[in-house]
């Protein structure tokens, strides 16, 4: 496979789920689009938009590799089409929803990228080992990779006792230590290139908790620190 640019250094970004497309954008995935909140809270979107100029003038898309974790969900299928389109080739990870996966899988073919579904639990680190590996045998390399698996359940914020030690495990495990397995198992690929783009999907819960449930607000605040 022919080795990616180097311009870039390994590099996270933080996208809320209302605005992935945008922050995206930004982050040099996507084409350019001047749209959506800026990607550091607190700092102005004309210093994302020349931030954007610079990325998108030193970073070439096509033939890049990318992975998104909960690809066979909604917002994760809108991800990989959105790579597709603009040259990426996908890996549509799922943990549960082969069909899902391997039907997404199958339509960004017909956009002209190359695109594999792979199961793996981001919970667990040698799952996690296991689909980088089977993306570079399949690709050659990992460019990207859009942390967008994730669980919730509502519970409102008075009832502790609805929040059970098993839900808030599983919700802190599911969004915040698999979050932090992926980023683990692609960071030495992304060094070794050169280049990379992390993006982690949050939500404004994990700004300003709300809705949901506490684990929620927990795990979504957690990421922004990654």
Known sequence: AQAPPRSLPLHTEHAGRAWVHAYLSLSGVLEHRRCGPTLVIGRSSEYHWSKLQAVKASMELKGCAAIVTGGSGGLGQRICRALALNGVNVVVNYAESEDKAKGVAEDITKLGARAVAIRADVTDPSDVARMVEQTKAEFGRVDILVNDAAFNKTVSYPDLDGLTHELWN??????????????????????????????????????????????????????LHL
Do not use: E, W
Not at 185 to 202: D, E, K, Y
Not at 206 to 219: K, L, M, N, W
């Open 170 to 223: 599983h919700i802190l495990t599911t969004n915040l230590t698999g979050t932090f397995n992926c980023i683990k198992a692609v960071s030495p690929l992304m060094r070794a290139h050169g280049q990379g783009r992390i993006v982690n999907i949050f939500s404004g819960a994990g700004v300003v908790p709300r809705d949901s449930s506490i684990a929620y607000a927990v795990s979504k605040a957690g990421i």
